[in-house]
């Protein structure tokens, strides 16, 4: 994903968590990864209408949409990032951003970079999962 592409935040020594460059950071983050996942949806719906052609053979035809299919569900899961993102922004503005949802912890800078939609600290998505897992069963 594009967000791997920029350089780690480094905080200072003694610097407060969440601050105006860190808030900074995450969002030119956002932003960008935003960005692009709507340029690949726009580009798809190019593609898609560039490569509308009747297939007289069934096997192609169904190869065709098959391919469609698929990346139709791909970008339905970018437009519920690009969602994401947008919440994650507004979280920004709020002041909320960077803080567990559920108990209100530092989620941490690291986990941030590694995924800046997280709205929960490790500890409180591990016991999620493991409370997926156990109704799951």
Known sequence: MLH????????????????SDQLAHFRGILEALKQQLIED?????????????????PNDRASQETDIAIELRNRDRERKLIKKIEETIDRI?????????????????????????????IDCKTLEEVREKQIAK
């Open 93 to 121: 503005d709020s002041g909320d951003y960077g803080y567990c949802a559920a108990c209100g912890v530092e989620i941490g800078i690291k986990r941030l970079e590694a995924r800046p939609t997280a709205t929960l600290c």
């Open 4 to 19: 791997k592409h920029f350089t780690p935040y480094s905080p200072k020594p003694g610097e407060e968590f969440m601050n």
């Open 41 to 57: 949806i726009e580009r798809t719906v190019h593609t898609m209408k560039d490569e509308a052609t009747v297939f007289a053979d």
